[in-house]
């Protein structure tokens, strides 16, 4: 038990998917794992642990942005053993070439994020994803005929921001392919405790022709997004 998590030391397995919103975490339980059970369920940041293809895995909700990531993280990491997390989530567009759908396999992350300039400084840190993870979900991509991209993102504290796309225009200067709001603390706590971390989003709203995708299609994407993720990790314990 840690102070945002009820469950018993051995309750998660070591991979954990990780999705932002609760009810995802459910959805993904309920829908894809075998014997399921719900692990976590404080502040319905909700927990589940089953498994896939025989491999035992679990979903935990972050939340929103880095600083509730960084709490359900750094409890996995430190008291419930993880060692391989898949970030699953969405993303906005930065890039012309990625599409409405796309899926973007985040080699690394930036940040505006106080965090790591704080705990790091005078450096800067460069989170990164764990390329045996990364090349598993290529390859899984490509066998699945999934759109998909490799490159960097970036990781925002904010949403709304009053500056609009040219909040951006740097990054995408340097070819930052998405925003989102949790993986650059992911990886850098995945480096921090010695696991293994991978970043999965699909391309939900474009910032450059401000287009979304209906709810369907994120449901469908969802689905396919979620295989992805499940399949490569399965590749990767076998
Ligand atoms: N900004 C930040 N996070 C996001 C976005 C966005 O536009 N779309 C999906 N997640």
């Given at each position: ?17 990780l ?5 995802r ?32 895995i ?11 990531t ?15 997390l ?8 930065l890039?012309?070439?990625?599409k409405?759908r ?8 930036c ?5 790591n ?15 045996g993870?990364?090349?598993k979900?290529?390859?899984i ?10 490159g960097?993102?970036f990781?925002?504290?904010v949403f709304?921001s ?24 992911i ?11 991978l970043s ?26 979620i ?12």
């Open positions: 038990m840690t102070p945002h998590i009820e469950a018993s030391s051995g309750d998660y397995a070591e991979t954990i998917l999705p932002g919103d609760p009810l975490a459910k959805w993904i339980a309920e829908t894809f794992l075998d014997d399921v059970k719900c692990v976590n369920r404080v502040r319905n940041c909700l927990g589940f642990t089953g498994s896939y293809k025989g491999v035992p679990s979903t935990q909700a972050t939340g929103m942005g880095q600083p509730s960084a709490i359900y993280v750094h409890e996995l990491l430190n008291m419930f053993g993880a060692k391989t898949v970030r699953v989530g969405t993303c906005g567009g890039n012309t070439d990625v409405l796309d899926v973007i396999i985040a080699m690394t992350a940040t505006d994020s106080g965090m300039r704080a705990h790091f400084a005078p450096f800067d840190f460069a989170p990164s994803a764990d390329f993870l990364v090349r979900a290529v390859e991509a490509e066998e699945k005929s999934i759109r998909h991209h490799v960097p993102i990781s925002s504290d709304y009053p500056d609009g796309i040219a909040t951006y225009q740097t990054l995408m200067d340097h070819g930052i392919l998405g925003v989102e709001m949790e993986t650059s603390t990886f850098t706590l995945a480096a921090r405790f010695g696991a293994r971390a999965i989003c699909s391309m939900s709203d474009c910032i450059i022709t401000e287009t979304q995708i209906s709810a369907d299609e994120r449901q469908q994407t969802l689905t396919q997004m295989e992805l993720a499940l399949e490569t990790v399965v590749a990767d314990a076998s």
